[in-house]
T-cell receptor
Framework: ELKVEQNPLFLSMQEGKNYTIYCNYSTTSDRLYWYRQDPGKSLESLFVLLSNGAVKQEGRLMASLDTKARLSTLHITAAVHDLSATYFCAVDMSYGSARQLTFGSGTQLTVLP | GAGVSQSPSNKVTEKGKDVELRCDPISGHTALYWYRQSLGQGLEFLIYFQGNSAPDKSGLPSDRFSAERTGGSVSTLTIQRTQQEDSAVYLC?????????????FGAGTRLSVL
Protein backbone atom coordinates (compact mmCIF):
# COMPACT_ATOMS: atom_id res chain seq x y z
CA GLU A 1 0.00 0.00 0.00
CA LEU A 2 1.32 3.40 -0.98
CA LYS A 3 1.83 5.81 1.90
CA VAL A 4 2.52 9.50 1.46
CA GLU A 5 3.78 11.44 4.45
CA GLN A 6 4.10 15.18 4.64
CA ASN A 7 5.78 17.23 7.29
CA PRO A 8 5.29 19.47 8.97
CA LEU A 9 1.51 19.31 9.21
CA PHE A 10 1.31 22.85 10.54
CA LEU A 11 3.71 25.66 9.78
CA SER A 12 3.66 29.25 10.98
CA MET A 13 6.30 31.47 9.56
CA GLN A 14 7.16 35.12 9.45
CA GLU A 15 6.95 37.06 6.23
CA GLY A 16 10.28 37.17 4.47
CA LYS A 17 11.51 33.85 5.87
CA ASN A 18 12.34 30.66 3.99
CA TYR A 19 11.08 27.17 4.74
CA THR A 20 10.75 23.71 3.22
CA ILE A 21 7.87 21.24 3.26
CA TYR A 22 8.78 17.58 2.85
CA CYS A 23 6.87 14.81 1.16
CA ASN A 24 8.00 11.19 1.49
CA TYR A 25 6.34 8.30 -0.30
CA SER A 26 6.72 4.60 0.11
CA THR A 27 6.81 3.04 -3.38
CA THR A 28 7.98 3.82 -6.87
CA SER A 29 5.75 6.27 -8.68
CA ASP A 30 5.35 7.87 -12.10
CA ARG A 31 4.55 11.37 -11.05
CA LEU A 32 4.32 13.66 -8.08
CA TYR A 33 2.04 16.67 -7.80
CA TRP A 34 1.78 19.64 -5.51
CA TYR A 35 -1.58 21.27 -4.94
CA ARG A 36 -2.69 24.31 -3.01
CA GLN A 37 -6.02 24.59 -1.19
CA ASP A 38 -7.40 27.82 0.25
CA PRO A 39 -10.02 27.54 3.03
CA GLY A 40 -13.39 26.51 1.63
CA LYS A 41 -11.97 26.23 -1.87
CA SER A 42 -10.94 23.40 -4.12
CA LEU A 43 -7.46 22.19 -4.98
CA GLU A 44 -5.34 24.16 -7.41
CA SER A 45 -2.50 22.45 -9.25
CA LEU A 46 0.90 24.03 -8.58
CA PHE A 47 3.53 21.65 -9.93
CA VAL A 48 3.94 18.34 -11.70
CA LEU A 49 7.26 16.54 -11.25
CA LEU A 50 7.86 13.79 -13.77
CA SER A 51 11.40 12.57 -13.33
CA ASN A 52 14.27 12.22 -10.92
CA GLY A 53 15.95 15.53 -10.31
CA ALA A 54 13.03 17.53 -11.69
CA VAL A 55 12.82 21.06 -10.35
CA LYS A 56 9.98 23.45 -11.01
CA GLN A 57 9.68 27.05 -9.83
CA GLU A 58 6.83 29.50 -9.79
CA GLY A 59 7.28 32.77 -7.98
CA ARG A 60 8.35 32.13 -4.40
CA LEU A 61 7.69 28.39 -4.60
CA MET A 62 10.10 25.76 -5.86
CA ALA A 63 9.43 22.03 -5.97
CA SER A 64 11.93 19.25 -6.49
CA LEU A 65 11.84 15.48 -6.79
CA ASP A 66 14.33 12.79 -5.79
CA THR A 67 12.86 9.48 -6.90
CA LYS A 68 15.69 7.44 -5.42
CA ALA A 69 15.02 8.86 -1.97
CA ARG A 70 11.27 8.91 -2.70
CA LEU A 71 11.24 12.50 -1.52
CA SER A 72 9.84 15.73 -2.84
CA THR A 73 10.31 19.14 -1.33
CA LEU A 74 8.39 22.38 -1.65
CA HIS A 75 10.61 25.31 -0.79
CA ILE A 76 9.18 28.68 0.10
CA THR A 77 11.41 31.70 -0.39
CA ALA A 78 10.76 35.03 1.34
CA ALA A 79 7.22 34.10 2.33
CA VAL A 80 4.36 36.56 1.91
CA HIS A 81 0.89 36.48 3.47
CA ASP A 82 -0.74 35.43 0.16
CA LEU A 83 1.01 32.07 0.42
CA SER A 84 -1.08 31.14 3.47
CA ALA A 85 -2.97 27.98 2.46
CA THR A 86 -2.83 24.22 2.81
CA TYR A 87 -0.36 22.48 0.53
CA PHE A 88 -0.74 18.87 -0.50
CA CYS A 89 1.62 16.56 -2.27
CA ALA A 90 0.09 13.69 -4.18
CA VAL A 91 1.62 10.65 -5.80
CA ASP A 92 0.20 9.15 -8.97
CA MET A 93 0.02 5.39 -8.84
CA SER A 94 -0.95 3.87 -12.14
CA TYR A 95 -1.51 0.17 -12.56
CA GLY A 96 -2.82 -1.19 -15.78
CA SER A 97 -5.19 1.40 -17.14
CA ALA A 98 -6.23 2.67 -13.73
CA ARG A 99 -4.86 5.79 -12.10
CA GLN A 100 -5.38 7.40 -8.75
CA LEU A 101 -3.72 10.02 -6.62
CA THR A 102 -2.67 9.25 -3.08
CA PHE A 103 -2.43 12.43 -1.07
CA GLY A 104 -0.33 13.43 1.87
CA SER A 105 -2.10 14.83 4.92
CA GLY A 106 -1.39 18.39 3.88
CA THR A 107 0.68 21.19 5.40
CA GLN A 108 -1.30 24.11 6.72
CA LEU A 109 0.89 27.15 6.17
CA THR A 110 0.24 30.43 7.93
CA VAL A 111 2.44 33.39 7.03
CA LEU A 112 2.45 35.99 9.76
CA PRO A 113 3.13 39.69 9.16
CA GLY B 1 -13.05 27.74 -20.31
CA ALA B 2 -15.36 26.17 -17.75
CA GLY B 3 -13.81 24.10 -15.01
CA VAL B 4 -15.15 21.07 -13.17
CA SER B 5 -18.63 21.81 -11.89
CA GLN B 6 -20.18 20.08 -8.88
CA SER B 7 -23.65 20.33 -7.44
CA PRO B 8 -25.02 20.90 -4.95
CA SER B 9 -22.31 22.86 -3.18
CA ASN B 10 -23.82 21.97 0.18
CA LYS B 11 -26.13 19.15 1.16
CA VAL B 12 -27.65 18.51 4.56
CA THR B 13 -29.47 15.24 5.00
CA GLU B 14 -30.82 13.01 7.73
CA LYS B 15 -29.21 9.75 8.65
CA GLY B 16 -30.65 6.92 6.58
CA LYS B 17 -31.58 9.03 3.55
CA ASP B 18 -30.05 8.59 0.10
CA VAL B 19 -28.13 11.42 -1.57
CA GLU B 20 -26.90 12.06 -5.10
CA LEU B 21 -23.94 14.27 -5.88
CA ARG B 22 -23.29 15.47 -9.40
CA CYS B 23 -20.08 16.22 -11.26
CA ASP B 24 -19.73 17.82 -14.68
CA PRO B 25 -16.11 17.44 -15.87
CA ILE B 26 -14.15 19.73 -18.14
CA SER B 27 -15.35 19.27 -21.70
CA GLY B 28 -13.24 16.70 -23.54
CA HIS B 29 -11.72 15.19 -20.42
CA THR B 30 -12.06 11.42 -20.59
CA ALA B 31 -10.98 10.63 -17.04
CA LEU B 32 -13.11 11.46 -14.01
CA TYR B 33 -12.31 10.86 -10.36
CA TRP B 34 -14.17 11.12 -7.07
CA TYR B 35 -12.38 11.81 -3.80
CA ARG B 36 -13.56 12.40 -0.26
CA GLN B 37 -11.99 14.94 2.06
CA SER B 38 -12.76 14.61 5.74
CA LEU B 39 -11.19 15.66 9.00
CA GLY B 40 -8.89 12.99 10.27
CA GLN B 41 -8.86 11.06 6.99
CA GLY B 42 -7.43 13.61 4.60
CA LEU B 43 -8.16 13.12 0.90
CA GLU B 44 -9.24 9.61 -0.06
CA PHE B 45 -9.66 8.22 -3.55
CA LEU B 46 -13.11 6.75 -4.17
CA ILE B 47 -13.60 5.87 -7.83
CA TYR B 48 -12.10 6.47 -11.27
CA PHE B 49 -13.73 6.44 -14.72
CA GLN B 50 -11.74 6.37 -17.95
CA GLY B 51 -13.73 6.73 -21.13
CA ASN B 52 -16.07 3.80 -21.59
CA SER B 53 -13.97 1.36 -19.58
CA ALA B 54 -15.25 -0.30 -16.42
CA PRO B 55 -14.63 2.03 -13.48
CA ASP B 56 -12.02 1.41 -10.81
CA LYS B 57 -14.15 1.17 -7.67
CA SER B 58 -11.34 0.12 -5.37
CA GLY B 59 -11.69 3.15 -3.10
CA LEU B 60 -15.40 2.95 -2.37
CA PRO B 61 -15.70 2.48 1.41
CA SER B 62 -18.84 0.34 1.40
CA ASP B 63 -21.56 -1.01 -0.87
CA ARG B 64 -23.72 1.97 0.11
CA PHE B 65 -21.57 4.01 -2.28
CA SER B 66 -21.97 3.80 -6.03
CA ALA B 67 -21.22 5.99 -8.99
CA GLU B 68 -22.08 6.12 -12.63
CA ARG B 69 -20.99 8.15 -15.56
CA THR B 70 -23.46 8.67 -18.35
CA GLY B 71 -22.32 9.19 -21.92
CA GLY B 72 -18.72 9.53 -20.82
CA SER B 73 -19.42 12.94 -19.33
CA VAL B 74 -21.52 13.76 -16.26
CA SER B 75 -21.07 11.56 -13.21
CA THR B 76 -23.30 10.95 -10.21
CA LEU B 77 -22.08 9.65 -6.88
CA THR B 78 -24.87 8.06 -4.86
CA ILE B 79 -24.71 7.31 -1.16
CA GLN B 80 -27.51 5.13 0.14
CA ARG B 81 -28.69 5.03 3.75
CA THR B 82 -26.32 7.81 4.76
CA GLN B 83 -24.47 7.59 8.05
CA GLN B 84 -22.92 10.37 10.10
CA GLU B 85 -19.44 9.17 9.18
CA ASP B 86 -20.28 9.96 5.54
CA SER B 87 -20.13 13.68 6.40
CA ALA B 88 -17.28 15.12 4.34
CA VAL B 89 -16.49 17.19 1.29
CA TYR B 90 -16.80 15.13 -1.87
CA LEU B 91 -14.47 16.33 -4.61
CA CYS B 92 -14.61 15.49 -8.27
CA UNK B 93 -11.69 15.86 -10.66
CA UNK B 94 -11.12 15.31 -14.35
CA UNK B 95 -8.10 14.93 -16.61
CA UNK B 96 -7.19 14.34 -20.22
CA UNK B 97 -4.77 11.75 -21.56
CA UNK B 98 -3.74 14.23 -24.24
CA UNK B 99 -1.71 15.96 -21.56
CA UNK B 100 1.06 13.59 -20.53
CA UNK B 101 1.32 15.35 -17.20
CA UNK B 102 -2.13 13.96 -16.40
CA UNK B 103 -2.99 16.85 -14.12
CA UNK B 104 -6.27 16.34 -12.29
CA UNK B 105 -8.43 19.46 -12.17
CA PHE B 106 -10.72 19.63 -9.18
CA GLY B 107 -14.19 21.02 -8.69
CA ALA B 108 -15.19 23.08 -5.68
CA GLY B 109 -16.72 20.06 -3.99
CA THR B 110 -20.00 19.16 -2.31
CA ARG B 111 -20.04 19.53 1.46
CA LEU B 112 -22.25 16.75 2.80
CA SER B 113 -23.56 16.94 6.36
CA VAL B 114 -25.45 13.94 7.74
CA LEU B 115 -27.46 14.77 10.85
Amino acid sequence: ELKVEQNPLFLSMQEGKNYTIYCNYSTTSDRLYWYRQDPGKSLESLFVLLSNGAVKQEGRLMASLDTKARLSTLHITAAVHDLSATYFCAVDMSYGSARQLTFGSGTQLTVLP
Amino acid sequence: GAGVSQSPSNKVTEKGKDVELRCDPISGHTALYWYRQSLGQGLEFLIYFQGNSAPDKSGLPSDRFSAERTGGSVSTLTIQRTQQEDSAVYLCASSTSRDLRNIQYFGAGTRLSVL
